[in-house]
């Protein structure tokens, strides 16, 4: 057993130690989320230090990095994406690991001193210097404490802090190959200048900026999200949401309980798909983290995504409220550009064909595209009947330009996509900007919710 995981039983251990905890908060200002309000109740942080298993992380660090940094556990012909150095922190402390892994534990030490010293409360950077600082230690006066040992191996923090290393560690090997997106992502307009989109498996956030030449991968962040894990089906299951959502408001963190961090960013949870399955809940926000605590275990939340501190500030600077969507997914799966455009192509077909039977007056034709249960939101909610007969008194006759579109492809059960875009009669300057919201049945697209944003 290595030395340095024996010293952890002992006094000297101590300049390792992180033991934190956070405070709680009954209520939040600026809105109340129920979910973040119970979060901030049960918030804990991790103490302790351990050697265990930071040599072998660190030689499979180091291993990929000489074969070829930063690429996917799987091969593939495309080139992996190099990892962003999103948080400064987080790349420190790779760098860390992988000089560990070369030999070269002085230099590794050197910089986790440096680390721990800008930021001190990063449990994770404090657990990887006690574990150095330990290596140090020659084998001949090492002391040897079981018991010690196994109380540190089974202690619920150490076990917390040992998986966000072994996700953050992760996100360096399997990086999503260069130049693909998201499934999710066909095609979003050019007024959305960023979307994000969350791999909950891999605790990862990848922020992707949007511009005419396409979306492409700036930079990503290691996050935490509920201690159930995802899919929230009900009320304080604490579970994070899996589907298409949007960022609805930016808190201001002085209206918010310090346990919120830097800020708070509220997403659309539950969206019609969610609420036309049943689900419930509500308070589902992106936030920061108490000023004690850098960084939150992988699963810790009630429901919300949890990011540090100067990540999220990061977010706080490109987010566009109602514009830049946010994916959520158990698990990203990354497609080509040139596979989004023809995914994206198909579902434009069925776009183009609702708004011509619009424009026909066919009310026979045009009902063909709307479900039964259809509604549009407004302060009543409109059944499909109305909203027909409204269709086709606005847009029977005229050219209409469809422009600005935003497809957002969601797979689960059921297919569904979420449609934004704008639309200008002929002759006119200004006209309506939609969301809505499709579900495939029997190999044709159906519409069951729409919002008129504008």
Known sequence: MAASALLLATPGAALAANN??????????????????????ASKAGSGASKTQLQAKGKRAAAADSQGAARPARKSARTAAPLQE???????LIAVYELFGRGKSREALAKAQTLVRDHPNFQLAQLVYGDLLAAQVPPSNAMPDTAGIARLRGNPAMVELHEESRRRLQALRERPPAGTVPSQFLTLSTRSRFAIAVDASRSRLYLFENSDKGMKLV??????????????TVEGDARTPLGVYYITSSLDPRSLKDFYGAGALPINYPNPYDVRRGKTGSGIWLHGTPPQQFARAPLASDGCVVMANPDLKQLLRK???????????????????????????????????????????NEAQ???FYLPDFQRASRKPVDANSVLRDELTYAQGKRVQIKDTSYLHWRDTEDTMVATFGEVFEGEKNGRTRRQYWLRQGGEWKLFHEEILG
Request: proline letters at 2%; aromatic letters at 6%.
């Open 20 to 41: 934190h905890s956070s405070g709680s908060s009954k209520t939040a200002k600026a809105g109340g989320s129920r979910a973040s309000v119970k979060e901030a109740r």
């Open 86 to 92: 999103a948080s400064g922190a987080e790349a420190r």
């Open 219 to 232: 930079a990503d962040y290691y996050i935490s999200v509920g201690k159930s894990g995802t899919d929230k």
């Open 319 to 361: 987010v566009q409220i109602g514009a830049t969507p946010v994916v959520t997914a158990r698990s990203l799966q990354w497609i080509s550009q040139p596979q989004a455009e023809k995914e994206e192509k198909k579902f434009a077909e069925s776009i183009t064909a609702w708004k011509d039977a619009r424009a026909s007056g």
């Open 366 to 368: 045009l009902k063909k």
